[in-house]
């Protein structure tokens, strides 16, 4: 009995010194991560070395305090409260030689989907180096070529490419993961995170500013101009490739919510376009521009008001509507009045070029694809995707190995499927709460050039994007609500391309020179 009570008292006591030591640090689910390597590009006959930086940066959830870990050190107890998820971020930065940080512009780089890392932009548009692809049709498989960039972004701007968290390289962890990233709101500050920290660990925060969205990216890269402003950054530029920033506009699937017609007026050019580029216009124009002038003109004047008529449109009325549609578009008029004149995200694509059993692409309608099901209303699969996908991939896999020495134990992920389950509600300046609707970026945009009236932003588009329709993204940047001394603040840009403009090489050389120009006039010709 003695024997049992001294060991019940050496436990006790032993148990009482454990609580009253000092907790364990709260351990983290990722460190930051970097490799450096050098390297060069040239552009316009002109050298340009620089030094690349490839690693990871971590990111916490929205609401994460940095005396969060210190609180769980002075109280255990509270381990459970603060084991907040957090996101490793990974990027690609490259940074001119010899270059004062003041003297030198730096611009963030991301592509969108939701799910989508920045290979795209990386390998095809503004990197030091490019993959080459077929212009309109599938690139034949490896060995891909992969040459110097001539039209590398570099020249006028260093450059930091970023996959969102849950892409690329990047991962999520902890408890909660999905919710404290996957959302309109929490990626936004996610990468509003990234950037304050890229500007302290680099030395950066003197330098001309500027981010670079495409497609989901657009609505992010707005958004992030008015949560940098919040943590006192003041970017000078905002550039946008292929921009989605009010979703009402969105061409998927309107035909399930009766009385919302404008995806279907301002996706129109698009479609018209497509078919002039396949000669489906009967009498076709020389001149794309001037053509989409006229569908234009049509779309918002007597296609609009007859969409608004609904069931009270009379029925001649109705069969010349159809016959300008079909004009316009190179799609029968029996086709377009079963349609009720509206036509369906997707169908576009299949119907175009059904005759020929092929589907046109949705983020290029320049590509085009055997029809996977004939049958079907709508596309199955997009052939630009297809064409494109294996090449840019492959080619950035073998390069962040090879090249910038960077060796993840991970695979990269070239598109996290995060769009259905996406978080998508929003709260716009002036609201106490996110709303449960479609999101909306344009006030948050506008709060920022009025905040900072010095604020430019740059639009560009590709003619041939169904996803995105150019028309779209003009529509809602005459929209913005902003006082009209600030409406020579925003440039328009576009190209007779698709979504990734630069998937066509003339295209790109036209989008690097009219960005190189947007940076060095809005950085003091830097």
Request: charged letters at 20%; zero cysteines.
């Amino acid at each position: 009995m003695k024997t049992t009570t001294a060991t019940m008292l050496t436990a006790l006591l032993a148990s009482t010194a454990l609580q009253a030591a000092d907790p364990a640090p709260l351990k983290p689910l990722f460190t930051p991560s970097e490799v450096k390597s050098s390297g060069s590009v040239t552009v316009a006959g002109q050298r340009i070395g620089y030094q690349a930086t490839t690693g990871t940066l971590v990111i916490h959830a929205k609401g994460w305090e940095d005396t969060d870990a210190v609180e769980v050190q002075a109280d255990a107890a509270k381990a459970d409260d603060k084991a907040k998820a957090e996101a490793s971020m990974f990027y690609v930065a490259y940074l001119k030689d010899g270059v004062r940080a003041a003297d030198r512009p730096i611009t963030f780089v991301f592509n969108g989907g939701p799910g989508s890392p920045s290979v795209w932009l990386h390998m095809g548009a503004f990197g030091p180096v490019r993959v080459q692809t077929a212009d309109h049709s599938h690139t034949p498989a490896a060995p891909y070529p992969v040459v110097n960039n001539d039209e590398s972004l570099l020249d006028a701007s260093d450059l930091v490419f970023i996959d969102a968290p849950g892409t690329g390289f990047s991962r999520v962890a902890g408890k909660d993961k999905e919710k404290a990233f996957y959302g309109v709101d929490q990626d936004i500050d996610a990468f509003a995170q990234f950037v304050t920290q890229f500007l302290s660990k680099y030395g950066r925060w003197n330098s001309p500013k500027y981010v670079f969205g495409e497609s989901y990216g657009t609505m992010r890269a707005a958004g992030l101009s008015l949560a940098l402003q919040k943590k006192d950054v003041d970017l000078n530029g905002v550039i946008l490739l292929s921009n989605i920033l009010n979703w009402d506009l969105m061409p998927d699937d309107p035909q399930v919510n009766p009385t919302v017609d404008l995806p279907y007026i301002v996706a129109l050019p698009t479609y018209a376009a497509s078919a002039w580029y396949h000669n489906r216009i009967a009498d076709r124009p020389a001149d794309l521009r001037g053509f989409l002038d006229r569908v234009e003109a049509f779309a918002t004047s007597d296609y609009a008001l007859a969409l608004m008529k609904g069931n009270d449109l009379p029925a001649a009325e109705r069969q010349a509507i159809a016959g300008k549609l079909a004009g316009f578009t190179g799609l029968s008029v029996s086709y377009l009045l079963k349609t009720n004149l509206r036509i369906e995200y997707g169908a576009f694509q299949k119907e175009l070029l059904a005759d020929r059993e092929l589907t046109t692409g949705t983020l290029d309608t320049r590509f085009a694809g055997a029809t996977l099901d004939p049958l079907s209303k709508v596309a199955g699969y997009d052939p630009q995707s297809a064409a494109l996908g294996a090449a840019y991939v492959a080619t950035f896999n073998a390069y962040v190995r090879d090249t910038l020495r960077y060796s993840p134990e991970i695979a990269f992920k070239s598109g996290a499927p995060l769009y259905s389950d996406w978080d998508y509600k929003h709260q716009p300046p002036g609201a106490d709460k996110p709303l449960i609707a479609l999101p909306n970026v344009l006030p948050d945009l506008a709060a920022a050039m009025k905040q900072n009236p010095e604020l430019k932003v740059m639009v560009n588009g590709g003619y041939f994007d169904v996803s995105t329709p150019y028309f779209e993204g003009w529509y809602e940047m005459h929209h913005l609500p902003i006082p009209a001394n600030l409406t020579g603040n925003i440039e328009y840009r576009y190209y007779e391309s698709g979504h990734m403009v630069y998937a066509n090489l003339p295209a790109l050389k036209a989008l690097h020179q009219n960005v190189a120009a947007f940076i060095r006039r809005t950085s003091g010709g830097r």
